[in-house]
């Protein structure tokens, strides 16, 4: 099926049916959205990746139902102006939980990084020369500070 085949199916659906279809995915979205958030506020980061290709698969799908209800909002909003409204309160559901899950993941990257830039300062360190300088104090020289670290990510 040509993806114009795809769209004029969708289209042409009746009213309830497509705005059913709509809200299934978008309940279905925010669903998993929220495991996500979940499961980065617990710090399992493997498990929350692994809700990935759901949640693109998802997301595909809603963009395509809504995209379609945007083509036909003429028609709908007459033939079905309950189902519209509440597949507008589920958008806004879905707005916040992004709103929620974009701040977790920020949250967890500046974790990251602080423990990194941490890592690499305690690495820098151990690798310093200890020796006294002119006014006897242990010089402190930054050129020998840790340059760089690895990082394994296939963990």
Same mark, same amino acid.
């Given at each position: ?44 980061? %493997?498990?929350?990746?692994?809700? $990935?290709?759901?949640? $693109? ?9 809504? %995209?379609? !209800? &945007? ?7 007459? +033939? =079905?102006?309950?189902?519209?409204? /509440?597949?507008?309160?589920?958008? +806004? ?6 709103? +929620? ?15 990194? $830039? ?6 820098? &360190?151990?690798?310093? =020369?200890?020796?006294?300088? %002119? ?11 840790? /340059?760089? !670290?690895? !990082?394994?990510?296939?963990?």
């Amino acid at each position: 099926m040509t993806a114009a085949a795809r769209l004029a199916a969708l289209d042409s659906l009746p009213a309830d049916e497509l705005c059913r279809m709509a809200e299934s995915a978008l309940s279905a979205l925010v669903d998993v959205m929220n495991q996500e958030t979940t499961l980065l506020r617990a710090g399992h980061m %493997r498990q929350a990746n692994a809700l $990935t290709p759901e949640k $693109t698969r998802l997301a595909q799908d809603y963009v395509g139902f809504a %995209r379609s !209800i &945007q083509r036909q909002s003429l028609r709908l909003s007459t +033939e =079905a102006p309950g189902a519209i409204e /509440r597949l507008r309160l589920g958008h +806004e559901s879905l707005a916040t939980q992004m709103a +929620e899950n974009l701040r977790v993941l920020a949250t967890a990257r500046m974790v990251t990084e602080d423990l990194l $830039t941490d890592v690499a300062k305690i690495v820098g &360190q151990q690798n310093k =020369a200890k020796t006294y300088g %002119r006014g006897g104090a242990i010089t402190t020289d930054s050129a020998t500070s840790a /340059r760089g !670290i690895a !990082i394994n990510r296939a963990l």
